[in-house]
């Protein structure tokens, strides 16, 4: 059974700094993985999508990898901003017959300014 | 990408009683998808709507509890039947291609308190 855990949790950085968020994946049989934000209380907004054969996606500030045989991504936020405040989810889209996603326990993200 | 309007964006209601949420895209989707995001939790799969037949559940959620409809490429709807304040989550549409190469793009919620 496919697990999606993140790491950290929750994270509080001042304005300016680059970090990381971690996804890991139990299972490395996945077509594709994405990163989305979702701010209090609403709907999630896609980030970055890497297929299976990609090693990473970048979208301005956004850096996404992912190495599929360890089970990891990374999202790399660079120069963050209070706006980026939010919770940032990772989905893997499972093999099989299925088309879903399977999400991991989200990192909320409190950039201070 | 697709734009996805989900009704209402909130709402509280009574013990025993349903509420159905609305999803209308704006282009024609294969997939589309209802979520559930319990309080403090990630997402998880309710059913996948299939169009012109009947929606296919994930383990631990029936029918007859989220009784869902696809009347056609654009638009779904999902019933959450005899609440109870356990049903308090917010519930998203999601849509994408049938290739498992495509993006998912959601819908902005339904936040449901249930009192």
């Known amino acids: 059974k496919q697990e999606v855990t993140q790491i950290p949790a929750a994270l509080s950085v001042p304005e300016g700094e680059n970090l990381v968020l971690n996804c890991s994946f139990t299972?490395?049989?996945?077509?594709?993985l994405q990163w989305f934000r979702q701010d209090p209380g609403k709907g999630l907004t896609s980030l970055l999508l890497?297929?299976?054969?990609?090693r990473e996606q970048t979208s301005g500030r956004l850096n996404a990898s992912l190495d599929k045989s360890s089970g990891r991504s990374t999202l790399y936020i660079a120069a963050s901003q209070p706006g980026d405040s939010a919770t940032y989810l990772c989905?893997?889209?499972?093999?099989?017959?299925?088309?879903?996603?399977?999400f991991g326990t989200g990192t909320l993200l409190a950039v201070q300014p | 990408s697709a734009v996805i309007s989900q009704k209402p964006s909130r709402d509280i209601c009574q013990r025993g009683t349903s509420l159905t949420i609305q999803c209308q895209v704006d282009?024609?989707?294969?997939?589309m998808f209802w979520y559930r995001q319990q309080p403090g939790q990630s997402l998880t799969l309710i059913a996948t709507?299939?169009?012109?037949?009947?929606?296919?559940?994930e383990s631990g959620f029936v029918i007859d509890k989220f009784p869902i409809s696809r009347p056609n490429l654009t638009f779904s709807t999902l019933t959450v039947s005899n609440m109870s304040p356990e049903d308090s989550s917010i519930y998203l549409c999601?849509?994408?291609?049938?290739?498992?190469?495509?993006?998912?793009?959601f819908g902005q919620g339904t936040r449901l308190t249930v009192v």
């Open positions: 282009s024609q989707v294969t997939m």
């Open positions: 299972d490395s049989a996945i077509y594709n």
């Open positions: 989905a893997v889209r499972k093999g099989g017959a299925t088309n879903k996603l399977i």
């Open positions: 709507a299939n169009q012109g037949s009947e929606a296919t559940y």
């Open positions: 999601s849509v994408a291609g049938t290739s498992r190469d495509t993006e998912a793009f």
């Open positions: 890497i297929q299976s054969s990609q």
